[in-house]
């Protein structure tokens, strides 16, 4: 049978090709909702249950909730096919049961064909096929029987042999179906050089596994960023289009690539299942999807293929791997991938207490598998990161170098590794020279980590190395473009640079009004603005968006309802000090709260550490040069060795 066309209303479906064209242009549809589409369009009105779906998209061994699922290819293919399901014109839902496609359908043959659906096509005139008597003519002479037995035996040996190559292919025998299938990289065509990694969907239909489907992704968006050609936008800034419906074309114009890459992950047990799409943003081009699985529970190794496959798809060459350490295949065992990928999420909603919870994740993990390299990072930078709650670094310091020269020691091309090193030599040990080493080799290994660039921008610019600083960070706002702005300002801050400080500020805020680093930036600025009422104000709001307690809350309020702004930073400062009589308070914040107030006889205060705390030109609470000058004689040219995570989300 020639290849069909399969057409209804201005739409026509290439079987095929997983091609679906409106009014003869492509329309972009992912791998699963296409399967769904074809399956509904060739049952020729016929009703398509549920579990019919559940047995052609997943498989039957997959016993999870796949309601979920169903529901969101439904979904994707109504939006392409603009199908309203109250008045549906192409799929119809049949309550209960299942779906039927309703429209009427057109079968339009085309010359050629892939072979997929038959072999008659490819039979001369005048020949006959059947199941004993293959390639042999309709009528032969009597004369030639016992050439014509001959053909049947061959012919039956042919049909053997084609049965067991069949058998072969569809076990995936030693990789057979990918030999014999593997996709061919596409040639011509725009130069894919930016990308994003959209949040992976969890089509589990169990919000507890959302943790997987964000660790994927950040773990996607870290190995395609390894390439020096490609720019791949950050995790801080794609994790707002989760759940999105925006088109393809308006989410790249918005972020400024050339594609997306999309994708689900379904688990069941050991079973894993994830599926990728990758999209060209303009003209919007399906440029491949593949669907990858696993038995073993292996999220990193089927993570990787799915990096590998969009690398050689745009033709980018990503790090070459240390081979100390991967060389010899050694896989993570995959219960602590899913520890260390719970102790990502954890880490990654920082604040309440879940740092520790982060923490006692990873430990997990390595406890686990104690050669797992990546978990060691990330534990590097929970311990090295202070959160309101958290001990001091004092004890948590030392730990942190601990577990960043283990993760190096395993494996030299973690690029987390790296930077954890270079965050705790600048912070911790002053040591510039090697944060600068460790920072560029973080770059090195991996171009598109954003917050390296915001790391070594910090360190550059209270270096006085603005100019060196303003690049780094306008890199990592390219690569950042919608969230993570709280660092670069930050940096502008620190560059005298009040200007765009206070635009990226207002941009956050604009963004999500309940950002509490954006208050935070906002009234940085304002104080340089001289507005301190409204600089107090916006202190308050970042207090309370924080999750200090009620009680600090209180008192702030009061004392700016009682002076101003004066009186806040005197409610503030005596808060800290009953704080401090029994738990941690940086002495930072300490000392800040004295440089405003004006007061240099802070060593009778009992907190003398908040006295050699803070170079001037680290302090981010840098306010007039006139105060500036009188509090200087108590703020000594160290800067703290008990730095906490003033802006900038790990």
């Known amino acids: 049978m020639p290849a069909t066309l399969l057409e209804f209303d201005e739409f026509s479906l290439d079987c095929d090709r997983y091609e679906l064209l409106r009014s003869g242009r492509p329309v972009r549809l992912e791998k699963i909702p296409m399967e769904l589409l074809i399956l509904l369009v060739t049952k020729d009105g016929r009703l398509v249950t549920r579990q019919e779906i559940i047995e052609h998209v997943w498989g039957k061994e ?10 969101t290819a439904i979904r994707k293919i109504r939006n392409v096919l603009r199908d309203d399901p109250g008045q549906p014109r192409f799929v119809q839902t049949v309550s209960r049961k299942g779906y039927r496609f309703v429209a009427p359908i057109n079968v339009i043959p085309q010359e050629g064909g892939n072979g997929n659906h038959g072999a008659t096509d490819l039979l001369p005139p005048n020949t006959l096929q059947t199941q004993t008597d293959l390639l042999v003519p309709i009528s032969l002479p009597q004369s030639h029987h016992r050439v014509s037995g001959l053909l049947r ?11 067991v190559a069949a058998i072969l292919v569809g076990l995936n025998v030693r990789g057979l179906r990918q030999r014999l299938f593997a996709h061919t990289p596409r040639q011509g065509g725009p130069q894919i050089r930016s990308l994003a990694v959209l949040p992976i969907e969890n089509l589990s239909g169990d919000l ?125 065992n995959p219960e602590a991938q899913d520890q260390y990928f719970r102790g990502l999420y954890a880490l990654r909603s920082a604040g309440g207490g879940s740092t520790q919870t982060a ?32 001990r001091g670094p004092r004890e948590n310091m030392p730990r942190a170098r601990e577990a960043a020269l283990k993760a190096v020691a395993l494996d030299n091309s973690l690029a987390a590794g790296h930077m954890a090193l270079a965050y705790i030599d600048l912070n911790y040990d002053w040591n510039f020279a090697e944060a600068e080493r460790e920072s560029k080799r973080a770059l090195e290994l991996d171009p598109n980590l954003a917050i390296a660039h915001n790391f070594y921008a910090r360190e550059l610019v209270i270096s006085g190395r603005t100019d ?8 990592a ?28 500020a207002q941009k956050m805020v604009a963004i999500d009004p309940n950002f509490s680093w954006g208050r935070w930036a906002l009234a940085a600025n304002y104080e ?51 704080t401090a009589k029994s738990s941690y308070v940086p002495p930072v ?30 302090a981010p609470f840098n306010l007039h040069k006139a105060r500036v000058r009188r509090a200087s004689g108590f703020l000594l040219t160290a800067f703290s060795n008990a730095t906490p995570h003033f802006p900038g989300t790990i």
């Open 62 to 71: 997959v016993f999870v909730d796949t309601e979920h699922g169903i529901n």
């Open 153 to 163: 035996k061959a012919a039956m040996v042919l049909v053997g042999a084609i049965g």
């Open 208 to 332: 507890s596994q959302d943790f997987l489907a964000d660790g994927m992704t950040e773990e996607l968006i870290t190995e395609l960023g390894k390439s020096s050609a490609l720019r791949v936008i950050s995790r801080t800034s794609v994790m707002q289009y989760r759940g999105t419906k925006k088109p393809v074309q308006e989410i790249a114009h918005e972020l400024n690539v050339d594609a997306v890459l999309e994708g689900t992950a379904l688990r069941s047990g050991n079973h894993l299942r994830i599926t990728a799409n990758l999209v060209q943003s303009s003209p919007e081009t399906h440029l491949w999807a593949e669907t990858y699985d696993s038995e073993n529970g292996d999220i990193l190794s089927v993570q990787q293929r799915v990096a590998d496959s969009v690398a050689r798809e745009i033709r980018v060459a990503l790090s070459p791997r240390d081979t100390t350490t991967l060389g010899d295949g050694r896989s993570v």
């Open 359 to 390: 923490v006692d994740y990873l430990q997990r993990a390595i406890k686990k598998d104690p050669n797992f390299a990546r978990a060691y990072g990330v534990l590097a930078m929970a311990y090295a990161v202070w959160y309101p709650g958290d």
């Open 468 to 475: 060196e600083a303003l690049a780094q960070v306008r890199r």
């Open 477 to 504: 706002l390219e690569l950042q473009p919608y969230a993570g702005l709280d660092y670069p300002a930050w940096v502008f801050y620190l560059a005298h640079r009040y200007n765009d400080a206070l635009e990226l």
């Open 528 to 578: 340089q603005l001289g507005k301190e009422k409204e600089a107090a104000e916006e202190y308050l709001q970042f207090e309370i968006l924080s999750g200090s307690s009620p009680q600090r809350i209180k008192r702030l309020r009061e004392g700016l309802a009682r002076s101003s702004a004066k009186g806040f930073w005197q409610a503030s400062l005596e808060d800290y000090l009953r």
């Open 589 to 618: 914040l300490v000392a800040g709260v004295y440089m405003r107030l004006g007061d240099t006889g802070c060593y009778s205060s009992g907190l003398d550490d908040s006295c050699e705390l803070l170079h001037l030109s680290l």
